[in-house]
Structures are given as C-alpha cells and as structure tokens.
C-alpha cells in the first residue's frame, strides 16, 4: 500500500486515483498521524501531497519530519517536496517568481524517476509561489525549468524524491511514467490491486469488525448502498438486515424490481416498509422546496427508526458513504476539516440508537464502486444506476406534491428512460430524467384545445455532480422522447429540454 500524507492539495484525490490506476492500492492520511501509526499501516512507499500554504507559515501543516528515515520511499509533490527539503536542512524561499501553468521541464537524465523519458524536455504543470533555494545534504538536482532552478531532487541511497510540479495532472503528459517508476522500481510495487481482491480484503474487514453482531443498513436501491449491502451480507449472511422505506417517491416499478432484485436473486434479508401514505400525506399543500427536503428528512428518520429498533440486537449501522464523503482536507486556515456529505448520513440515528459505523466503501470513487458492484454479481441494472436524490419524486413535481401529479411525472420519466436506454445514452451520461412544472399551457390536440402541464427534460453530464453540463443529446432522440410523453402522458402537451449548466444552475429543479 502506499500512503499519501495530504497537505490539503486540491489535486490529492487526483493522486490517490493515479496511484490505483496503476493497480497499487493507496490511502490519503492526515500528517497529523504518529509515526507508529503510519508504520502499523506498513507503505511500501508515501507521496507527500502538495497544499495551498507556504512552508514557513504560521500553522503550515507539518507532517513528523522521523517518516523521512523510516527506509521507505518518499516521493513529495510541490508543497510537499518543500516540507522534505525544509526537514532535512534545505531552505525554500518566499514567493520570488510564482509559476503558474504550464512549464517546459528539462530533464538531467532518463534514469531513476525519469527512467525512459528519452527526450531532453517535456511540458509540465506547476503550480507555486515559493521555491527551493538550497538542498539538503545527500540531494541532487535532477530537473529544472527556467524559473525553477531546483525543479526536481533525488536522493537515491535514501530513496527520497520530489518534484516542484505536479505529476498527477493531465498537463504533465509523463506524469503517469514518472509515478510509474516510483511506485514499482522505486517502491517495488507490484500492480496487482484488483476490484476481486479488494472486495475480499472488503468482505474479511467487515467480518472481523463485525464479529457475530448484527448489522442495520438503510438500503435505497443506488449503487452505493446496493454495494455496501452485498459485500455485508457475503461477510456476515443472515446477520445483516436492510430497511427499505418506500416513500411513495420513487420510479416507475421501482420498489417491486428492488424486491425482486435484493430477495430472490440475493437473498438478503430485507424489511420493505411501504410508507408513501404517511410521506404524501404530509406534504400535501407544500410547495416550498426546503420545506418538502424537511418533511421528507423527518418522515424518512422516524419511520428508519421505528423498523431499527425491531432488531433490538443491532450493534452496527451500515453506510455506503464513498470516499469523495469523507476526504479529510487540510485548510489554508489549518486545521483538517473532515467533509461530510450529510444526505449519505441516516442523521443522528448512531448516536441515538448507540450504533458503530460499518463503511466499507469508504476508500472507494464512485466509478470504483460500480467495478466492486460488478465483481460482487450486482445486477447490470443497479450497478449502472444514475443517482438519484433521497427526496426522490418530490422535488421533480415542482410545487405541490399530489399523488396525481407524481403518476404524471412517473409515466412520463419512465418513456424518457426507456429512450435514454434504447440509445445508449444511459451509461454516458451523469443523469437524465423529468421534472414536471407546476404551470400550464396551451396546445391542440385534434380539433380540441388543450390547457395542460409542461414537463421539462433534465439530462446532464458530470465526473462528480459539483459541476455539471447539460447533455447535447441528438436532436432525433429529443424529438422521440417529446412525441411519445405528449402521445402517451395524459396530462402534458409541452415538453421542453433543459440546456443549463452548473453551475449556475443546478442538476435538480426542486
Ligand atoms: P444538485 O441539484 O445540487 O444535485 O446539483 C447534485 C447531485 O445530488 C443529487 N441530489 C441528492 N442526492 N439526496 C441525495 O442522495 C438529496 O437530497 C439530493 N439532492 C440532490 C442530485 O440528483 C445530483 O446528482
């Protein structure tokens, strides 16, 4: 495993994906660990991030300058070679000339991290203010641009490296050689992280954290907590115990297609809760979004805890919260701050009910789910699923929610999916479905004029959901999803495609 000690770069879960692209598992840490924690963790190697602060700042983040002479490898990245170089009696000097974007690096020689880069130069990306200005005693310079001397250093017989740019970038085009040779001639790493073997060492971890005791978990028919609920139930079986809450929210058919899914052909133990009465009752006459997301939150909570407290012997809550969730960052202000998304919380439930936390999947990118999903024998279906939010249908019928008006938003999603599907579309795009607009219009449907909904068409494409684009679907397939909800929805005669992006927009309407 290799260890990547975050300085709060913005580019270290760029790292840690690099790191497993080349099939060598990695974790980001804190520096704030001891170094016997970090030898308990046994790295073959560590990357030293690079971060927003200068090294001499007050509140710098430091990482134990003793992880330099544990004999493992260490490969700093910008700020997190000037830690190195300032730990081992170097010097860095204070903003002279910032470097920004692109550089063109020369290279010493196409030996040790540079092996096989046979040309002189090559295109790299930096990003810096300070610079080093004096090496530590056993250091060479093995690369350099015009306004960074100390470009690149190696220290070979200690195995310590950095490099002032940054290789996990796409604008360094030899990027991914130069970690390439660090993680397997320098680290010896062999590449040998695979979705199976990970979703073994997955299902062992559960099983010895778990013991005998039983297991909750919320399961809402997504990727994530559909991954988190099989590798559970392969670890522990019967131990573990799904709640499923239809909030009478959802897609067409889709409580029945999760039973089917979940029960006959993975035989998990699942409690279905059919709640939709109790959630469309309480939001009847709310039309404020906010208010909707509340009734919705507060419903959802009782009723998870009502069914929680059936299995009185429960000692673990599961949560298919992904790594993105729980990234620890280091601020420029100082002080890691731990980013939690609170919609992957089941709210103050653990704490409530005493219950420990099983997060498999903590360590996992999304796309890195889907492939444990298939190595695990999800079904295709739930493993390509596009988000969806856990208000669901509530906040894509604008205005008030009526148990009519949700039909209408059903039928008409359900032709859109279908669509999407036949022209496979479905998988290459972040997420595509309907939302129903709480005005009316005017139309003509054979001699008759018509005064009916106008249903819009959200359909958008995303690495991560915090910008997103919207999607330039063919014209001809717009064309066949507008024909067929107007021919086919009783109660939309408009339909009209969404062409916003995010931001400023959002993905959902609410
Ligand atoms: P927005 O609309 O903020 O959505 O651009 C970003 C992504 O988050 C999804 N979303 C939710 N997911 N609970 C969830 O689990 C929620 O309350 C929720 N609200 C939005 C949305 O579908 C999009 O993928």
Known sequence: MIIIIDFGSQYNQLIARRVRECRVYCRIVPPTLTLDEIRALRPEGMI?????SSIYA???????????????????????MQFMIDALGGAVRGAGKREYGFAEFTIREAAGLFKGLTEKTMPCWMSHGDSAEA??????????????????????????????????????????????????????????????????????????????????????????????????????????????????????????KLKVSFRQHLHMNILFVDAGDQFLDALAGVSDPEQKRKIIGKIFMDVFEAEAKKIADADFLAQGTLYPDIIESVSAFGGPTAVIKSHHNVGGLPEKMKLKLVEPLKYLFKDEVRQLGEALGL??????????????????????????????????????LEEIRRSGYYRKIWQSFAVLLPIKSVGVMGDQR?????????????????????????????????NRIINEVKGVNRVVYDISSKPPSTIEWE
């Not at 030293?48 to 927003?52: A, H, I, V």
């Not at 969806?388 to 039928?411: Q, Y």
Request: aromatic share 6%.
């Open 48 to 52: 030293l991030s690079g971060g927003p």
């Open 58 to 80: 007050e509140n710098s983040p430091k990482a134990d300058p003793g992880i330099l002479d544990l004999g493992v490898p260490v490969l700093g990245i910008c700020y997190g």
């Open 135 to 256: 090496l530590p005693p056993g250091f060479d310079i093995i690369g350099s641009t015009e306004n960074t001397a100390i470009g690149a250093i190696a220290c070979p017989d200690k195995k310590l490296y950095g490099l002032q740019f940054h290789p996990e970038v796409e604008h360094t085009p030899k990027g991914r050689q130069i970690l390439e040779n660090f993680l397997f001639d320098i680290c010896g790493c062999t590449p040998d992280w695979t979705m199976a073997s990970f979703a073994e060492e997955a299902v062992e971890a559960v099983r010895s954290q778990v013991g005998a005791k039983k297991v909750i978990l919320g399961l809402s028919g997504g990727v994530d907590s559909s991954v988190t609920g099989l590798l559970i139930h392969k670890a522990i079986g019967s131990n573990l115990t799904c709640i499923f809450v239809d909030n009478g929210l959802l897609r067409k058919n889709e409580a029945e």
């Open 379 to 416: 079904d295709e279906e739930l493993v390509w699923r596009q988000p969806f939010p856990g208000p669901g249908l509530a906040i894509r019928v604008l205005g008030e929610v009526t148990r009519e008006r949700l039909d209408i938003l059903r039928e008409a999603d359900a032709v859109l």
């Open 450 to 482: 018509t005064y009916e909904n106008i249903l819009a068409i959200r359909a958008v494409t995303s690495k991560d959901a915090m910008t997103a684009d919207w999607a330039k679907l063919p014209h001809e397939l717009l064309g066949i999803i507008s």
